[in-house]
């Protein structure tokens, strides 16, 4: 079944880039019913979407964090990735990867069925 | 953006209750709703989707009504492994919203 997982650095330092990286096993991300997502948790707090991306590059982002985020993909590695640029002690968080389905032109995504495990990133000097 | 409001931010119950949680969505949202049931330490699990309809798997204790603005998640007999925090989710809008979030607690 498809899994998805999450790696990159656990310690960030401020103003300097959060690199993540989803790694996608058990189907593939070229897959013309899917977008990948990202979404991060602050300790104790909600859930925050950061963007996704489908398989042609196509990309939807958080206005809020816009200026900052870029999402990535590699159909080769079946790979999807996030950067995050200038952080602070605010972007520490949990970050997971999910999958969702996208319905069509209007209604553009359909709900996160498969997330990963998440990961850890803490912005500190 | 579409802002989702849950309801209450907790609750305490007993196995066996049936357990109720709200969702108002800031404007109207057809049935472009999730629900998620998130454990400590665990990635979110979706539960329904499209307001209402069970995701695989997924105990059929577990219900999901409404559209427009108002919603509804419906545990109809808690178990113990329902004692969890659980999430609406807005994909109406490209920008995509969760709400706050409601922690189930054993009382």
């Known amino acids: 079944q498809l899994q998805l997982q999450e790696s990159g650095p656990g310690l960030v330092k401020p103003s300097e880039t959060l690199s993540l990286t989803c790694t996608v096993s058990?189907?593939?991300?070229?897959?013309?019913?899917?977008?990948w997502g990202w979404i991060r948790q602050p300790p104790g707090k909600g859930l925050e979407w950061i963007g996704s991306?489908?398989?042609?590059?196509?990309?939807y982002y958080n206005p809020s964090l816009k200026s900052r985020v870029t999402i990535s993909v590699d159909t080769s590695k079946n790979q999807f990735s996030l950067k995050l640029s200038s952080v602070t002690a605010a972007d520490t968080a949990v970050y997971y990867c999910?999958?969702?389905?996208?319905?069509?032109?209007?209604?553009?995504?359909?709900?996160?069925?498969?997330w990963g495990q998440g990961t850890m990133v803490t912005v500190s000097s | 953006a579409i802002r989702m409001t849950q309801s209450p931010s907790s609750l305490s119950a007993s196995t066996g209750d049936r357990v109720t949680i709200t969702c108002r969505a800031s404007?109207?949202?057809?049935?472009?709703l999730a629900w998620y049931q998130q454990k400590p330490g665990k990635a979110p699990k979706l539960l329904i989707y499209a307001a209402s309809t069970l995701q695989s798997g997924v105990p059929s204790r577990f219900s999901g009504s409404g559209s427009g603005t108002d919603f509804t998640l419906t545990i109809s007999c808690l178990q113990s492994e329902d004692f969890a925090t659980y999430y609406c989710?807005?994909?109406?809008?490209?920008?995509?919203?969760f709400g706050g979030g409601t922690k189930v607690e054993i009382k």
């Open positions: 999910a999958r969702h389905g996208t319905i069509g032109v209007v209604i553009i995504f359909d709900a996160f069925d498969i």
């Open positions: 058990g189907g593939s991300i070229s897959s013309s019913s899917y977008y």
């Open positions: 989710q807005q994909y109406y809008s490209y920008l995509l919203t």
């Open positions: 404007q109207g949202i057809s049935s472009y």
């Open positions: 991306i489908y398989y042609s590059g196509s990309t």
